[in-house]
């Protein structure tokens, strides 16, 4: 995580010049038609798709792939959690069971298998584009496009406070945190027994709790002062203004939704199976 | 001329005190004025700050009786957004006025609210960075700056707006002395060339005086307790009877028996028109263009008296060779793949010494103190408390013998009553009930808050809270103690009181690490200084030689102190003897007054 | 006197904010207790929050922090357990409504604590019941597989709200009690 407490990438590409808003729709749009399947082949070509979409917005494939391992690790555990704890789960989807691998209490039948491979597929279809989205949105621009989209601008401006504020609460954590170590209230493993440790975490919280307090006091006083919230409406600095290729891109997007949306109620009903 | 801002018979109470914070005001601003409000904590300037800007009652209620006029109106008419038209504030804390995620949003936010057309909002933001000199910052982030640019910052957000008076309330409270003297030089700069009405608010004095200002309102207890000229008001020794302090070289005039009189002023006083110099300019033109005569005589006089201070207290160090309790090895940190903030850096602590790690934000002083605690593991060099290495022990282990108090200390408390707060150390280390109850009223006792042992943690003030947190730690029994900006934000007599009694404990053999940018703290309170610049410890020594030699402090970015400058004018041959004498008497006088 | 829970002040706007901000600034820590479980300080900040500002703020700070934090951190938008985090804070911060608990003025009593509890517990298992049914009917994900994770998850949850959660908002409280009648012990 960069000091700024989002993951922004400067950058010129098609996607970093793209209105916000419409990226927020794309976003919503795409995880919607991500849930509405469990089909390996939909899956792939989203996918695909994605990756594509990655490529073109030119963001370094280093600052990526921590957060492509932290899913793919995610998936692999979580497969694997499946395949121990439901086993057969496939044939409640197929009605067909093929046992593969025996493990004792159970055997593990290959539809389950593909279910997994498939469920795994789904969770990375979700990856390219969120990566997509915060990779290439300024965070002050999200909570301008939040705003565009109809959202509240004090809710807007909540998420936009949310981001300035992060790093600076983390930092502060840490700091309690140490000198608390210093201390001996320490939380890692060298600090004591479980129950000690707990007792500790829960010391941490009144310290942070108070300057959260002194926070909000502070900033609500600085926002006040300078006519905050007086306004029904109010302009951003930051905001963007929506191009052509910026309104065909929302047509796009819920035209594909509307196509997945149809696909779903028409032929790819189920979990796809193809043995 | 009709005042911009008018207080008639002004007194507010806080809706949860029972007494008032501010007692009859009567004050008249001038368009154009440029105001200092001097006075201790609690004096009443920060409320009556609020009360300008509209804080009160928007957000303090309280009980308001009397009148206040802002720009011929009736301020009770007006709301706080109104009221943000005519009056810009520039607050405290740097952090909690960003509230933008980029320079160029934050200096747009008042617009923003007013929900000004976006290119209208480009512009005023790109010609109002361009006045505070920020315009190369437009796209960062507010992690990207320092606390003085933050400020620069909210300066030019103010600046986009038409308010006429501008408003600082304490704007030096979190910068190094830097900064502090740039901040004061924008806001002239700023007064200067806009001629809108400037009110400061603020304890420190030195750094105020660095620029002219035209007339300074003494407060103290809620109540206006002298209003004049500069020249007035330090000529008439009104600062230190009010807990504030005055300028270090109209102490060291007084000790030596000179009449301040004949060299503060003597061109401005009677002459009746605003001057257009700042105290401390005016001494210097005074000293330059005095006769050689009368310099020679004050000369003779300053050095006369001097010599006859018998030079300090020899060092803890000297006459009996110890080993040093911590030694920093040549110590170099990076952060991971980033560059080197603390290169190849060595000192030691000797037992039962004061050290000052002295140094500008942003000279690796933070990085150092992590690297000591634990927090940070150091690229290359290494650590050692006596003598033995701790590369390889944890935070905790380092804790049992360092102690480590933080700048803030709600960041430190965590209980209700004080007497747990001192005694969850020991609990957490399973030091046994009754041995724990010895050491917790030890500890108390040592930091003067055994009377208050009953207490709930709420009751204390700032100061007494900050000794519970040095309490908390001594009750371990650390062989050496890091403070973390001991002072930051107190004032002369807060500061004077801490200070002291951490030089009581010292004086029981517990050694010190002061981490800081203050040159006044370091110069009295610490056998020694470390200074650091740009992650490089340059000098060594003792602090009143260091501080007088200029190349030091220049390449460190410190300020020379106000006395050694002003040793150097007169053309002493040694300043720092006239430093050392200076502390001598003055630590003596503080002593005794005890 | 509280003010209302639908009035959006600039503290309000402020507090989601920071509250958010919180939220994300200390899920990095917890203590594992075993395999994918940890007890995190995070959910008794809800808690916390909820108590002091209200079910809406509550709500919002729980759902937006969440998100915020999926964004920087994992790289995927966990939905349901967003909205599952906005759930509990809403029932803990339904004792924000109750009669005479103003722990800003240090107004707190026994009884207030055991509807706290009520409040808490209910709110980590509605969450949970709809994170389980968000992960089955939209992620596809195997019910025998998410009850697991729901219970462990639930427990942790329940401990974390118990052991931090509680006892600060009490301490909270009765820091803010007004004590004037102290007297010097020499």
Redesign the interface.
Known sequence: ?S?????YIEGNSFFHRMDGAVKLILLLSW?VAT?LF?DLRIFAVMLAAGAAMLLMAGIPLKR?SF??W??TV?TV?NSA??LL??PR?GTTLTGSDTPLIPIGYSTINRETLFYVLT?SL??MT??PI??LF?FTT???RFAASLNKLGV?Y??A??????????????Q?????????????????R???S?R???K?????????????L???E??????????????R???????TVMSLADKLAIMLCLLLLGLAIFLKLQIFRE?WYPF | MQPVISFRNFSFRYKKQSKPTLININLDILRGEKIWIAGPSGSGKSTLAHCINGLIPFSYRGDISGELWLNGQPAASLGIFERSRSVGTILQNPDAQFVGQTVGEDVAFQMENEAVPQPDMKVRVLSSLDLVGMLDYEAQGPHDLSGGQKQSVSLAGVLTTQADILLFDEPLANLDPVSGMRAMALIEDIHRRSGKTVIIIEHRVEDVLEQPVDRIIVMDGGEIVAAGSPERILLDGVLPEHGLRQPLYLEALAYAGVPAEEWSHPVQLGAGAPTQQSPTQQLGAALASAEPDKLARLRASLEQWAGSIPVRIPSVRDGDPKDPLLEVRNVTYAYPGGREVVRGISFQIYPGETVALLGNNGAGKSTLSGLITGLMKPRSGAIALRGEDISSWSIRRRGEQIGYVLQNPHQMITQHMIRDEVGLGLAARGVAAEERERRIEEALRICGLYPYRNWPVSALSFGQKKRLCIASVLVLDPALIILDEPTAGQDYRHYTEFMGFIERLAARGTAFLFITHDMHLALEYADRAVILADGEAIAEGKVAGLLSDAEVTGKARLREDSLSRFARLCGLSSPSRLVEAYLAVHKGGQLSDE | MKPSIWKWSTRTVVTIGIGAALYGATSWIGIPIGTDTQLRPSIALLAIFGALFGPVVGFIAGFIGHVINDFITSGTVWWGWALGSGISAAFMGLIYLAKGFNPQDGEIRKGHIIQFIVYGVIGIFVSLAFSYLFDIYIMGEPGGKVIVQAAVAGLANTAVFFVLGIPAVWAYAKRNRNDSNLSVDS
């Open positions: 995580m000091r700024t407490g989002s993951l995880t849930f469990l990526m957060l492509f932290i899913l995610f555990l959690f499946i704890l439901t789960f469920l789904k969770y979700l990856l969120t990566l915060i300024h965070p002050s509240p004090k809710m401006y909540a998420v936009s406070i949310a981001f300035r504020y992060i790093p600076d609460l983390t502060e954590f840490r700091t309690i945190l140490n000198a608390m170590q210093m201390r001996g209230l320490g939380i890692s060298g600090d004591g479980l000690r440790r707990l500790n975490l829960s010391l941490i919280v009144v310290p942070l709790l108070q300057s959260s002194q926070h909000i502070s900033v609500s006083d600085a926002m006040d002062l300078r006519g905050f919230g007086t306004g409406r109010r302009t951003w600095y930051m905001g979990f």
